[in-house]
């Protein structure tokens, strides 16, 4: 496809051969305003709650009403946080979160603080896993009205205890919401195990085209979420706006091929690292322990160089690689490295780290390329 080795996919991915197919053929077929009255609208709204259904089912949910379509993950981050916290049967919003989220969870955050609603930002442990005391404590201190916590960490790829932290949401009347945007087609995903009110997730990071995303939101017990984008009143009031009928039909079958292919595509990664880290010089190291729960697919490293020099001489290499999450990696030199590592206590590498995310379609002489790479910095 291209002469870049190519290990973003933490940041994007290529849309899939088969999904490209599904997706052209729905832009055809499925032209049709899915709310207007005929039978050809009629066709797009059934294929809609067939990829709605699709969906639901991937993801363990109970029904296809919980799917609420957005355009990214990050509008569904903002959906949720906003959504509940200022909804109006809430007199005193509060939300808990982690300094280690993804900044579309921080900043939505930030936004919330503005709006009167009370923020408290946890530090993780130094292994990057929410601290359940610190969560308990918090939880005590006064009623909170939302606990957001990500599945899976784009930079460090430390996976959390969803349903440890859902139970304590749960037991101090708090709704639990999760970024789920990294955890598809990396670890199990079933809504029903975490026992989670909601979650996000994206198109473009489970080789889907990019602009569609979801929000998964909980039926039973209900959860009230204040429309953030108002309109026509589609997706239950709760996200208004024309529906985008092929990308819902191309996101829907991803997901379940992310879902259907997890574990072989964990296997395949988890030999594509061990021959990454079997051949890391002395001089680079994991910044994740191997006892702390991760997915396979995401490598933080520590190097004893600046990050953006590096980036820079990866560049010339032809090798896709990134300092920390894509949204923040223009700043890295004025901030002073990724805020991920910096919450989890790791200063000293914070601007000397890269993170090097695989997938199932990782080719050797990709690899061979990295390896080489690693040998000469
Ligand atoms: C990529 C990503 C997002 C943002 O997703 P978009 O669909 O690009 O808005 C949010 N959270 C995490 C963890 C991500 O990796």
């Known amino acids: 496809m291209t002469d870049w080795a190519y290990f973003d996919y933490a940041a994007t991915t290529a849309i899939d051969e088969e999904i490209f197919t599904v997706y052209t053929a729905a832009l055809r077929e499925y032209f049709a305003n899915s709310g207007a009255f005929y039978d050809l609208a009629k066709k797009s709204f059934e294929a809609i709650f067939a990829a709605r259904c699709e969906f639901a089912t991937a993801i363990g949910a109970d029904s296809s009403d919980e799917i609420i379509w957005t355009s990214s993950a990050t509008e569904a981050n903002n959906l949720a946080l906003k959504g509940v916290c200022l909804h109006k049967d809430v007199r005193e919003g509060r939300l808990i979160t982690v300094a280690t989220e993804h900044k579309a969870v ?28 610190a969560l308990e404590a918090a939880l005590k201190e006064r009623k909170t009205t939302l606990v957001s916590v990500m599945a899976v960490n784009n930079e460090t790829g430390v996976v959390q205890p969803m349903r440890e932290i859902a139970d304590l949401a749960h037991k101090y009347g708090a709704k639990f919401h999760t970024d789920a945007t990294q955890a598809l087609g990396k670890i199990p995903v079933n809504i029903a195990d975490w026992d989670c009110d909601l ?61 259907e292919n997890q574990e072989n595509w964990q296997k395949i990664t988890e030999n594509l690292r061990a021959e990454i880290l079997n051949n890391l ?79 199932h379609c990782s080719k050797n002489w990709e690899i061979e390329r990295l390896i080489n790479f690693f040998q000469k910095i």
Do not use: W
Request: hydrophobic share 45%; net charge positive; proline share 4%.
């Open 281 to 359: 010089p002395e001089k680079i190291c994991l910044n994740i322990a191997d006892n702390t729960p991760h997915c396979s697919q995401i490598l933080s490293l520590a190097t004893d160089k600046n990050s953006r020099e590096l980036l820079e001489l990866a560049n010339t290499h032809k090798i896709a690689i990134a300092a920390g999450s894509a949204c923040t990696t223009e700043t890295l030199q004025g901030t002073g490295g990724s805020y991920v590592l910096k919450a989890m206590n790791k200063q000293a590498v914070a601007a000397k780290s890269l993170r090097i995310s695989l997938a």
């Open 106 to 133: 921080l900043d939505a955050a930030g936004s919330l603080l503005k709006n009167a609603v009370k923020v408290e930002i946890l530090p993780p442990r130094a292994d990057g896993i929410v601290d359940l005391d």
């Open 199 to 259: 979650a996000s997730f994206s198109g473009h990071k489970i080789f889907a085209p990019k602009g569609i995303g979801a929000l998964f939101v909980r039926k039973f017990p209900k959860v009230r979420v204040a429309a953030q984008i108002n309109g026509g009143g589609q997706e239950r009031g709760m996200r208004a706006g024309t529906l985008p009928t092929a990308l819902i039909i191309a996101f829907a079958r991803a997901c379940r091929k992310a879902v």
